[in-house]
């Protein structure tokens, strides 16, 4: 079985600092992959980042970049100068073999003026 | 290129009656797969569909029926509706030949459940 759990249910940071969302993760499987994704007050759910299991180099996509820490099955994201369209719900998921998607229970951020 | 679109986008039901939700995947997407998103959580697999047949299921019960069509799209149905069935419903597309590659969402059909 495989679990996704975020233990932050909120976060706040002030525009242009630098926040950093925590997730942690289990499973069985060697090959499998990791995601964030954000999802607004639209619904729709956003792809922000993702990250294969077996490259050890950290993912980057212009402001977002993740620490991934495969022995401690920890994959944080952290968003650089924050906007205030980065307020939303920010999921953390994983995906093996099985290609379902199993996701935390998410963290809601919010950016302020 | 429409991306995922599902309908109706929001839905009121009583208990007990049956409701059927819809999914167009993208365009070029072969593989569905439906979720459930409870108010605060995230999202749950219920089940996914490639080549019109269920190919996994998640621990939803047998309440829980699905199908796919032939041009990829695909129904959830949901019979003798519970009030804790009350959610979004989420559908995602993607291309199954290709892995992990990106899973499309579309919207959600908000269905409360009276």
């Known amino acids: 079985a495989q679990t996704v759990t975020q233990s932050q249910p909120e976060m706040s940071v002030q525009e242009a600092e630098t926040v950093t969302l925590s997730c942690t993760y289990d499973?069985?499987?060697?090959?499998?992959?990791l995601f964030w994704y954000k999802q607004p007050p639209s619904r729709q759910m956003i792809l922000v980042i993702r990250?294969?299991?077996?490259?050890?180099q950290n993912a980057t996509e212009n402001r977002f970049s993740v620490n991934f820490q495969k022995a401690a099955k920890s994959f944080s994201l952290k968003i650089s100068d924050s906007q205030l369209g980065d307020t939303a719900m920010y999921f953390c998921?994983?995906?093996?073999?099985?290609?379902?998607?199993?996701f935390g229970t998410g963290t809601r951020l919010q950016v302020t003026l | 290129d429409a991306g995922v679109t599902q309908s109706p986008t929001h839905l009121i039901k009583t208990r007990g009656q049956q409701v059927t939700l819809r999914c167009s995947p993208k365009?070029?997407?072969?593989?569905v797969s439906w979720y459930q998103q409870a108010l605060g959580q995230g999202p749950q697999f219920i089940f996914q569909?490639?080549?019109?047949?269920?190919?996994q299921r998640g621990n939803f019960p047998d309440r829980f029926s699905g199908h796919q069509f032939p041009n990829y799209s695909s129904e959830l149905n949901v019979n003798a509706l519970l009030l804790g069935d009350s959610a979004l419903y989420l559908c995602?597309?993607?291309?199954?030949?290709?892995?992990?590659?990106?899973?499309?969402f579309g919207q959600g059909t908000r269905l409360t459940v009276v």
């Open positions: 998921a994983l995906t093996g073999t099985a290609s379902k998607l199993t």
């Open positions: 569909y490639y080549e019109e047949e269920e190919r």
């Open positions: 365009s070029g997407h072969d593989t």
């Open positions: 990250q294969e299991a077996y490259k050890q």
């Open positions: 499973t069985s499987e060697n090959n499998y992959y």
């Open positions: 995602a597309s993607r291309v199954d030949r290709i892995f992990p590659n990106e899973a499309f």
